[in-house]
Structure formats: C-alpha cells, structure tokens
C-alpha cells in the first residue's frame, strides 16, 4: 500500500472517530484526556505514514563511477579475443529480451575503410561512433573515436577538423625545433624529435582532408538478428556485443586494430615518440588532448598510440603528467566487461 492510500484511509477513519468523540463531549459531560489521546493517536499515524514514505523512495543509481571495457588489453590473444566475442554473440539470441533499440557492440574491421565504404558496410544499422587512425608505415600515430551518427557525412566532417588540428600540431613542432638554439647531443636529439613530429602531423592532416581509408572499427546498437548480419559481411572481422553497456559514458571500447593478428601489441615504430605540442585556446576537435612524451625515447622502443574523442567542444588541456587514454572513475567494472585499444 502506498503512503497516499494509507493516509487516505487514516483520514477516513480517524477524522470519522474525532468527530464522533468532539460531538458526543459536546453533548455530555466534559472528558479532557480524550481530546489529546486522539490527537496523540492522530500524529503517530502522520509519522508512521512518513516512515513508510521514505521507504519508497528509488535507490541512487549505483553504478556512478563505473567503467565497463570493451574490446582487447595489451597482451591478450586476438585470435582468442574473435572466438570469445562470436560465442558472445552466439549467446546473445538466448539471452534475456534485449531492450526495444537493441544492444551495443564494438564492430572490428579486417583493413583499414574510407567514410564511404564503412558507410556501406553498415546500411541503414545505426552507428554512434567510429575508429581510426592513419596507418602510417611503421609510425605510431594517433587513434581517434569521431562521434558518427550520418555515415559518411559525420565521418568527413571529423576527418576535417582532425586535418586541421595537425596543421597546427606540425606547425607548432617546427616552432619549438626553430627555437632550440646550441648544438648539444641533447639539442639536437631534441630537434629530431621536433621535426619528426611535424613530419608525423603534416603526413596526418593530408591524409584526413584526402578522407583517407583510416576506419578500422565502430560502435553500433542493434537486435542480435542485426548483429549476426553485420558479423557476415566481409570487411567485418569480429563483432563484439555488449549488452552490460547501457550508457556510453560509462564504456571504454578498445578494437583491435587490422594489423593485430596473435596478440594485442602497439603497432612497430622506426621513428622517434613525437612530443607533445603545446595546447591552442581554439582546439576543437579532440575532447581530450594526446599526451605524448617530449622526453627522448630509445630507438625500438614503441609506445601505444592513445584515443582521442573528436568534438567540436573545446576541452581543457590535458597535463603532460596526467596518464592518458582511460577517464578517471571511482570503480572499474572489468567485464562481463572487457579493455581499451592498444593500438
């Protein structure tokens, strides 16, 4: 019984009692203590009713906080990581009734596809947010997540604003190499660094204006019918459903990238890490900065590329001693969940 209904009810039954008893004092002779036992009687039933109000109210949502990981760590199987999420997807048809606009899955592709023809891949499937990074050969270069719900439109406008973006990253990688005056060992190795780095930003921004073919994967919602379709097409390497996730904020997708065959491992890099560039007051395009190190690195050592969101809000830049790529949270949930790309 609700609290409504319960002080309806003791309306009804004790202002009926109260007014029999005020009638009947009227009418005889006076009785003090009955008065005030009624009304004694009266708020003790206000309060009980409250008490049982304050049990019907919703509970916080608990899961403030959480993260679920979707996709692959550092080190695990690919090959492993395709066969368990086919077995998800397997699964998924026997599972509970999937909610009305069906479950969210991390689409991984077999190569490397341009706006247009991951636009066919797809059809009509809804699509909230794609992959990519531009496969240079032997370079580390930046992954990006572009916010997509129009392929290709969403995808091309992206691309865009990540081209311009590393116009002013290379341009701001040959200031600092200008500025270094001496030719020290670590002058110059800091030079080469700059350098490298513009090198790396111009090769991006040419190939994002071109609309290059640098999607490599996507995150989509639909019903399993849907899902298994996708999984069949060809440039489709492993569909990866998560139905744990019900809001994207609270979910980390991390696709293996195409050249991933055994294990989960950054791409080879010949070249130098490019350091950081300094932040800009109109960046936006990417919600949170790339944080590279400005710091010399060994030559053979590689580094994982982070992801960076693409935004037209205009974020905070992020510190340089801040670690990249996962949001801070007060609990992880591992998954029923799953990881973050490495790539």
Not at 77 to 85: F, K, L, T
Not at 130 to 151: C, K, N, S
Not at 241 to 256: G, N
């Amino acid at each position: 019984m609700r609290a409504g209904d319960l002080l309806r009810q003791l309306d009804q039954r004790l202002l009926t009692r109260l007014s029999g008893a005020v009638t009947r004092l009227g009418q005889g002779p006076a009785r003090p203590r009955v008065l005030p036992s009624a009304a004694l009687l009266s708020c003790l039933a206000v309060v009980l009713a409250a008490v049982w109000t304050t049990g019907e109210r919703p509970i916080g949502d608990r899961t403030v906080g959480e993260v679920t990981r979707v996709g692959v760590a550092a080190g695990d199987s690919i090959p492993g990581y395709v066969r368990s999420a086919a077995a998800d997807l397997a699964a998924l048809e026997t599972a509970a009734p999937e909610p009305g606009d069906g479950t969210y899955a991390l689409v991984s592709f077999t190569s490397y596809l341009t706006p247009q023809r991951a636009a066919a891949v797809f059809g009509d499937v809804p699509v909230t947010a794609v992959f990519g990074r531009v496969p240079l050969p032997d370079r580390q270069t930046e992954i990006v997540r572009i916010a997509a719900q129009r392929l290709p439109d969403d995808v091309v406008a992206g691309m865009a604003d990540l081209a311009v973006r590393k116009d002013r990253e290379a341009a701001d990688y040959r200031d600092r190499a200008a500025a270094l005056g001496g030719g020290g060992p670590a002058e110059r190795e800091l030079r080469q660094l700059y350098v490298s780095g513009a090198q790396v930003a111009e090769a991006e921004a040419v190939a994002y204006r071109s609309g290059c073919a640098c999607v490599y994967a996507a995150v989509i919602r639909a019903g399993a019918g849907t899902l298994r379709g996708v999984a069949s097409r060809a440039e489709v390497r492993v569909v990866d459903p998560a139905p744990e996730v019900r809001r994207l904020d609270r979910a980390v997708f991390t696709p293996p990238l195409p050249e991933q065959r055994e294990v989960a491992s950054p791409p080879a890099d010949k070249g130098l890490t490019t350091p950081e560039p300094s932040p800009t007051t109109d960046d936006r395009v990417r919600e949170s900065p790339v944080v590279r190190s400005a710091t010399p690195v060994p030559t053979g050592t590689t580094v994982a590329p982070e992801v960076t969101d693409s935004s037209p809000v205009p974020r905070s830049p992020t510190p340089a001693s801040t670690p990249p790529t996962t949001p801070p949270t007060s609990a992880d949930t591992s998954r029923t969940a799953s990881p973050e790309p490495t790539g």
